[in-house]
């Protein structure tokens, strides 16, 4: 059985996201049903294994594309979109792929041929209002 690795940024971050639970979910769907690297299944595919109708993808991506999390591109030989998850938020067969993966895509980021995630401040959560008075049973 091979092992896989998640990337950090978007696993460890994702409570933080500004978007609503649906797609959050569908985007833990997309990790999990994405190739190492990020390449995902056609709106098709995607539609018929989550249960839902194709618009109901085209609405769980939307808010997934503003955040680069998931990228789009036209697909040359069927003239349709191709996705993918943004090179920081897939998964990769082990941490060498990883790195390296990370690393060609600040490459790319700083080229301006790869778009930034466009993510939250990394905050420490701040405390609940009023001191808490808790102890250990």
Request: hydrophobic share 40%.
């Given at each position: 059985m091979?092992?896989?690795?998640k990337?950090?940024l978007?696993?460890?971050?994702?409570?933080?996201?500004?978007?609503?639970g649906?797609?959050v979910?569908?985007?833990?769907?997309?990790?999990?049903?994405s190739?190492n690297?990020?390449?995902?299944?056609?709106?098709?595919?995607?539609?018929?294994?989550?249960?839902?109708?194709?618009?109901?993808?085209?609405?769980?991506m939307?808010?997934?594309?503003?955040?680069?999390?998931?990228?789009r591109?036209?697909?040359?030989?069927?003239?349709?979109?191709?996705y993918?998850?943004?090179p920081?938020a897939?998964k990769?067969?082990?941490?060498?792929?990883?790195?390296?993966?990370?690393?060609?895509?600040m490459?790319e980021?700083?080229?301006?041929r790869?778009?930034?995630?466009n993510?939250?401040?990394?905050?420490v959560?701040?405390p609940a209002?009023g001191?808490?008075?808790?102890?250990?049973a």
């Open positions: 091979a092992l896989e690795v990337s950090p978007v696993g460890d971050r994702i409570w933080a996201l500004p978007i609503g649906a797609p979910k569908f985007l833990q769907y997309l990790i999990f049903r190739e690297g990020g390449a995902l299944p056609s709106q098709r595919q995607m539609a018929v294994e989550y249960g839902v109708k194709p618009p109901t993808i085209s609405s769980l939307e808010p997934l594309f503003e955040l680069n999390l998931v990228l591109s036209k697909a040359e030989e069927r003239g349709g979109n191709t993918r998850l943004h920081l897939a990769y067969a082990d941490v060498d792929e990883m790195t390296a993966a990370f690393q060609q895509a490459q980021i700083r080229a301006g790869l778009p930034s995630l993510l939250p401040e990394n905050r959560t701040p209002e001191e808490r008075n808790l102890r250990i």
